[in-house]
C-alpha cells in the first residue's frame, strides 16, 4: 500500500460445469496507482451491502436423490444387523465350546464376525460410487460455485464504487488539513507570545518574593528583641514574687511565735489556776479537819478561822488580780503584734499590688508590640498570598490554552505536522511548568518561613505569659491567705469589744452602783474592768438573781443571749484555726470566759 494501490476488476465467464471446472477464465483490469495517497480504512465510507444483486437458489436445481440408493442401504444395514444377531446366538456358542487358547478364540470369532461386515461396506461403497450418482454430487457442486462467483462479483462492484467514493473524500480532507496547518502555525505564533509574556510574569513574581524575603529577617528581629524583652520581664517578676514569698514565709513564722508565746501564757495561767484551787481544796480541808477534831473549841477558834478565810481569800484575789494583769498585759502584747503586723502585712500588700501593676504594664506594652507585629506578619501572609492568588491562576489559564491549543491541533493535523507540534508544544509547556513550579515554590517557602517565625515568637509569648500567671496565681494564693488571718484577727478585735460592752449592761443585774474606779480604768483602755468585777461579784446567790432576771427582763434576757452568742461564735471561729487548743484555754479562763460559763449555767438551771 506504500507505493499506491491496486484494484482487479473480476469477472466471471461462461463455465461449462458439465465439461471441466478448468474453463474458467477472468479479465483483470488494473488501476492505475495514485501517488503520495495515506491509507484509509474502508469502513469510515463503505455502505454496507444490504442487499446483494439476484443469486441463484440452490435448491431450484439441486437433484433428487434415488430411492433406491436408500433402499439398499436400508437393506445392507438390516443384513449387517441380522448376520450380528445369527453370529451371536448359533454359531458364538459353538466356537466357544472348542477347546482351544483365548486369544486365538477371540481372534477367530472377530474374524469371523467382521469378514461379512466388510463385505456389505464394500458393495455399498461401489454403489455408492457409480456413474449417476458423481454426475450428481459434480452438478451440485458446480451450481454452489456458479453461486459464490455471482455473489463475490457483486461485493467488487460495491467495493469499486466505495473506493471511488473514497478517492473524493480523501482530497476535500487534504484540502482541510493544509488549511488547519496554517491555522496551527498561527496558533504557535501566538502560544509563543504567552510564553513570552508567562516569562516577564515569572520575574516579576520572583523580585516581588526576593523583597518579601529580604523583610523576614528584620521582622524575626524584632520578634527576638520583644521575645527577650518579655523574658526579662518575666524574670524580675518572678525574683519579685520569690521575695515576696519570703517576706510572707517570715511574717507567718512571726505569727506562730505569737502563737506559741499565747499558748505558753494560757498554759501558765491554767497552771496558776490549777494551784489556787488546790490551795482552795487544802484551805477547806485543813478547816474541816479542825472542825471535826475541836468542835468544842469553835467559839473559841471561830474568829481566828474566819480571819484565815478572808485572808486566804484575800491571797487568792490577789493572785487571781496578778494573774489576770498579766493576761491583760499579754492580750495588749499580742493586740499590738497582730496590728503591727497586719499593718506591715497591708504595706507589703500595697507593694505586691504596685509591683503587679508595674508587671500589667509591661504586659500590656509587650502585647501591643507583639499585636503589632503579628499584623505586620499577616500583612506580609496576605500580600504574599495575593500575588500567589493572582499570579498563579493567569500562569495556569495560560497554560491551559496553551495545552488545548496544541491538543486541537494536534487531533486536526497530527499526521501532517508529527514533527511541529509535539516539539512545539513540550517546549512551551515544560518552560511554563518549570516558572510555575519555581513560583509557587518560592511563595511556598516564603509562607513557611514566615509562618515558622510567628509560631516560634508566639510560642515563646505563651509560655512566658504562663509562667507570670502561675507567679500571680501564688501570690494572689498567698494575698488571701494574709487576707483570711488578718480577717479573722478584726473578727475576734469586734467579738472580744463586743463582749466586754456586754459586760457592762450585765454587770448592773448584781450591782446597780458602779464604782467610778472601773469607770476610770475602761476609760483608759482597760476593757476587761466589768468583765473582771462581774467574775468577781458572781456566786450562787447572783446566779439565782441572773436566773430572775433572765425570765422577767426581756432587756436583760437579750443582753445575756446575745453575749453567750458572741462568745460561741468567737470561740467557734478560733477553734477552726491551726493550733488553737491552747487559745480556747486561753479564752475559756479569761475573764470573759469565767462569765460566759456562769451565764450559761444559769440558764441552765432556769431550763431544768
Do not use: C
Amino acid at each position: 500500500m506504500s507505493g499506491g494501490s491496486t484494484i482487479v476488476d473480476l469477472r466471471v465467464s461462461d463455465v461449462d460445469f458439465g465439461v471441466s471446472p478448468a474453463a474458467e477464465s477472468a479479465d483483470r483490469a488494473v488501476v492505475t496507482p495514485v501517488d503520495d495517497a495515506e491509507p484509509l480504512e474502508l469502513e469510515q465510507y463503505a455502505e454496507p451491502i444490504d442487499e446483494p444483486g439476484p443469486a441463484l437458489e440452490l435448491d431450484e436445481y439441486e437433484v433428487p436423490s434415488s430411492i433406491a440408493g436408500k433402499v439398499w442401504g436400508t437393506v445392507l444395514i438390516l443384513l449387517a444387523l441380522g448376520w450380528i444377531g445369527f453370529f451371536g446366538y448359533f454359531a458364538a456358542p459353538i466356537f466357544l465350546a472348542v477347546p482351544q487358547p483365548l486369544a486365538i478364540s477371540i481372534t477367530s470369532t472377530l474374524g469371523l464376525i467382521t469378514m461379512p461386515l466388510i463385505l456389505l461396506g464394500v458393495v455399498w461403497l461401489i454403489a455408492r460410487r457409480s456413474s449417476k450418482a458423481e454426475a450428481r454430487r459434480f452438478n451440485a457442486t458446480a451450481l454452489s460455485m456458479r453461486v459464490e462467483a455471482e455473489h463475490l462479483q457483486n461485493v467488487i462492484a460495491a467495493m469499486t464504487n466505495t473506493i471511488e467514493a473514497n478517492r473524493l473524500a480523501l482530497g476535500d480532507q487534504i484540502t482541510s488539513m493544509m488549511a488547519a496547518a496554517s491555522g496551527m502555525a498561527e496558533q504557535i505564533a501566538n502560544a509563543h507570545d504567552q510564553a513570552a509574556a508567562l516569562d516577564a510574569a515569572a520575574r516579576t513574581a520572583e523580585d516581588k518574593l526576593n523583597v518579601l524575603l529580604a523583610t523576614l529577617p528584620k521582622a524575626h528581629a524584632d520578634t527576638d528583641s520583644l521575645a527577650a524583652k518579655i523574658e526579662a520581664t518575666g524574670l524580675t517578676a518572678s525574683e519579685r514574687a520569690a521575695a515576696l514569698d519570703a517576706q510572707i514565709v517570715a511574717l507567718t513564722e512571726r505569727g506562730k511565735e505569737a502563737d506559741a508565746l499565747t499558748s505558753g501564757a494560757a498554759e501558765r495561767l491554767a497552771a496558776n489556776i490549777a494551784r489556787m484551787e488546790a490551795t482552795s481544796e487544802t484551805a477547806g480541808a485543813r478547816l474541816e479537819s479542825v472542825t471535826a477534831t475541836m468542835s468544842e473549841t469553835v467559839d473559841g477558834l471561830l474568829d481566828r478561822t474566819a480571819s484565815a478565810v478572808d485572808e486566804a481569800r484575800k491571797g487568792i484575789t490577789t493572785q487571781g488580780d496578778a494573774m489576770l494583769a498579766m493576761l491583760s498585759a499579754n492580750q495588749a502584747s499580742l493586740d499590738r503584734t497582730a496590728t503591727d503586723s497586719a499593718s506591715a502585712l497591708a504595706d507589703r500588700i500595697a507593694e505586691i499590688e504596685a509591683v503587679v501593676n508595674r508587671v500589667s504594664e509591661v504586659l500590656n506594652n509587650g502585647q501591643a508590640q507583639v499585636d503589632a507585629l503579628t499584623q505586620s506578619i499577616q500583612d506580609s501572609h496576605g500580600s504574599a498570598e495575593r500575588f500567589a492568588g493572582e499570579a498563579a491562576p493567569q500562569l495556569l489559564d495560560s497554560l491551559m490554552r496553551i495545552r488545548d491549543t496544541a491538543n486541537a491541533a494536534a487531533d486536526h493535523a497530527r499526521e501532517a505536522i508529527e514533527r511541529i507540534v509535539p516539539d512545539a508544544g513540550t517546549a512551551i509547556e515544560a518552560a511554563g511548568k518549570e516558572a510555575l513550579e519555581k513560583s509557587l515554590a518560592a511563595i511556598a517557602d516564603a509562607q513557611t518561613a514566615a509562618a515558622a517565625s510567628a509560631t516560634e515568637a508566639s510560642d515563646k509569648l505563651n509560655e512566658q505569659m504562663r509562667a507570670i500567671a502561675d507567679a500571680s496565681g501564688h501570690i494572689e494564693a498567698r494575698l488571701a491567705d494574709t487576707s483570711d488571718a488578718d480577717g479573722f484577727a478584726r473578727r475576734v478585735s469586734l467579738l472580744i469589744e463586743s463582749l466586754q460592752s456586754a459586760a457592762i449592761d450585765l454587770s448592773a443585774i448584781y450591782a446597780a452602783d458602779v464604782p467610778d474606779k472601773s469607770w476610770a480604768a475602761y476609760l483608759r483602755g482597760d476593757r476587761g474592768a466589768f468583765s473582771r468585777r462581774a467574775v468577781k461579784l458572781v456566786g450562787p446567790g447572783e446566779l439565782r438573781a441572773i436566773a430572775q432576771a433572765y425570765e422577767n427582763d426581756y432587756t436583760m434576757r437579750d443582753h445575756i443571749n446575745r453575749y453567750i452568742h458572741d462568745f460561741e461564735a468567737m470561740l467557734r471561729a478560733v477553734l477552726a484555726q491551726r493550733d488553737s487548743a491552747p487559745i480556747g484555754v486561753t479564752l475559756l479562763s479569761s475573764d470573759m470566759g469565767k462569765l460566759y460559763v456562769a451565764l450559761a449555767q444559769a440558764i441552765e438551771r432556769l431550763r431544768t
